[in-house]
């Protein structure tokens, strides 16, 4: 099988457009938390988000084809998927494999509901109505009215990609809540570890900051409830914290056979090395309990890597800040990694930027990469009050001057959706 490496990123994020910026971002512990801008969320009860920027993506627009600005403008997700992905194949340098040789493995964010647009002026639509009349049937049932006539293919960014950046080999859409980002790396280190094709496009990408989407995880209680301090919304790991805080954002890596990026001198980000996955099959809103899922998954993908659990010098944990994800996390990790997990700095970049739901795995192996190739580790934010059941190194609040060969990258999405991605420090060959 082939070995496959990591050639181009590119990342949209709400502390940083690019990677010098993301990487800033990082450095600096900045919170993107801001009170809702994107639609008027006064009646609210959750208000807090972190958003990208758009005066930051704004110079990145004129780079993308005409045509395709009206498209984009209707599809939040898209458009931040279409800078990153143009970011990450400038990133790569010029490469002469044929389009058909191409591939692509994306995982978006829901697709089915123009989240954007499906709310009408009535005085029936949940926009119109203080958010506390709204009870989860009517929700439902205006969801459901929404989203009949706005229904639309999963894989239209897909097809933007392949017309527009020339990647028109195998295609991969992988529909996986908040893994999705992290499953579409995964099956695209499959693609090309299989031989199938030598370079593939991967990606992840989302925005659920709408008045459905803030609505809908509101009345699942999965939100933090401190929109009066948004940018100390997101704490995870500590023992206050009360919910996540959704957020926005794309990430796009080329990955690329180890021989063709040799032959053609390709700059190499790190290696991807193994990719795990599994599904809980508990409860649609929580993770099993005793983390065995995850621990799945993490033990698989250290399988898949031929990697033992003393090599992994960093996690980026999934980290949500929610109360069940945190503690389950930690039980996952110290099952899986032993005593080692206890010697090892473990950090939520969403603490930072938030939960990009299915664009969470893609720009969150970004950051390891980055932190890995800077020889740092982002720091947890907001953690002031570490909840005992949540024992590990968190780095709190502050980065830490760290060098480490090799990290895991965990997602763990709605449903029990599991995903876990191993990397390896690139060293050129004695």
């Excluded at 790569?92 to 493995?105: K, M, Y």
């Excluded at 930027?353 to 907001?382: D, S």
Aim: neutral net charge; contains cysteine.
């Amino acid at each position: 099988m082939s070995r496959v490496v990591i050639t181009g990123m590119g990342v949209v994020a709400p502390i940083g457009v690019g990677l010098a910026a993301f990487e800033a971002g990082l450095r600096q512990a900045r919170s993107g938390g801001a009170t809702i801008r994107r639609f008027d969320a006064a009646t609210f009860p959750r208000r807090a988000a972190c958003e990208v920027d758009d005066a930051a993506l704004a110079p990145h627009l004129d780079a993308l084809d005409p045509a395709d600005r009206a498209w984009l403008a209707t599809d939040r997700k898209a458009l931040l998927l279409a800078v990153a992905a143009r970011m990450a194949v400038a990133d790569a340098g010029p490469d002469a494999t044929p389009p058909f040789a191409r591939g692509l493995s994306f995982g978006p964010g829901i697709d089915y509901v123009d989240f954007d647009r499906s709310l009408s002026p009535t005085p029936d639509a949940l926009g119109a109505l203080p958010f506390q009349t709204v009870s989860r049937p009517a929700f439902m049932r205006v969801l459901d009215a929404a989203s009949r006539p706005t229904r639309m293919p999963f894989d239209g960014p897909a097809g933007w990609a392949a017309r527009r950046l020339g990647f028109r080999g195998p295609r991969a859409v992988n529909i996986g809540a908040c893994a999705a980002g992290a499953m579409a790396i995964g099956e695209g280190l499959r693609m090309v570890r299989s031989g199938r094709v030598p370079v593939v496009l991967a990606a992840g990408f989302d925005s659920m900051i709408s008045p459905l989407g803030v609505m809908g995880f509101s009345l699942l209680g999965a939100l933090s409830g401190r929109h009066d301090r948004p940018a100390e919304a997101s704490r995870p790991f500590d023992v206050t914290r009360d919910g996540f805080v959704p957020g926005e954002g794309a990430g796009a890596l080329i990955l690329e056979d180890l021989d063709h990026a040799l032959a053609r001198g390709a700059r190499i980000y790190g290696e991807l090395a193994g990719y795990g996955a599994s599904v809980d099959a508990y409860k649609p809103t929580a993770p099993e309990p005793g983390g065995r899922g995850a621990a799945i998954a993490l033990r698989n993908a250290l399988a898949d890597a031929r990697m033992a659990p003393e090599e992994v010098g960093y996690v980026n944990a999934h980290g949500t800040g929610t109360p069940l994800n945190d503690q389950t996390e930690t039980r996952a990790l110290k099952a899986v990694l032993g005593a080692h997990a206890h010697r090892i700095p473990v950090s939520s970049t969403k603490s930072q930027i938030g939960h990009l739901v299915a664009g969470a795995g893609a720009v969150e192996l970004v950051a390891g990469l980055l932190a890995m190739n800077g020889g740092f580790v982002p720091a947890t934010i907001n953690l002031h009050h570490p909840d005992p059941e949540c024992d590990l190194d968190y780095v709190p609040n502050e980065p830490r001057a760290h060098r480490f060969d090799a990290f895991l990258s965990n997602s763990f999405g709605f449903g029990g959706q599991n995903g876990c991605l191993a990397v390896r420090r690139w060293k050129e060959p004695a």
